[in-house]
């Protein structure tokens, strides 16, 4: 399984961005995907997650309303639409497969990860 992050990128507070990851490698209809992120100095947390197949999604607390994980089946990639972003959401953002289609917020569920892409919200 390879997994390619991008879009990330500079925006000002109340600004969107939109990430994608590129997976490939396999069919990934048994697999769920995750968003993490990891600002400096902080630990890799859960972002937001989606099972493959029925499309069934997860969200942090912090981000609910705000970020919503989607994928797209023909291009097999997985986006992140993320609006009214804050300074706070400034991270290292990084998407994760996990081929037990769980629902996990653990990271240590996810056992294929992308290299990350940056997302810096200036205030």
């Known amino acids: 399984v390879q997994l390619q992050a991008y879009g990330g990128g500079l925006v000002q507070a109340g600004g969107s961005l939109r990430l994608s990851c590129a997976a490939s490698g396999r069919t990934f209809d048994n697999y769920a995907m995750g968003w993490f992120r990891q600002a400096p100095g902080k630990v890799r947390e859960f972002v937001a997650a989606?099972?493959?197949?029925?499309?069934?999604?997860d969200y942090a607390d912090s981000v609910k309303g705000r970020f919503t994980i989607s994928r797209d089946n023909v291009k097999n990639t997985v986006a992140l639409q993320m609006n009214s972003l804050k300074p706070e959401d400034t991270a290292v953002y990084y998407c994760a497969a996990n081929r037990w289609a769980v629902l996990s917020t653990s990271r240590v569920s996810y056992e294929s990860w992308g290299q990350g892409t940056l997302v810096t919200v200036s205030s």
């Open positions: 989606i099972i493959w197949k029925d499309g069934n999604t």
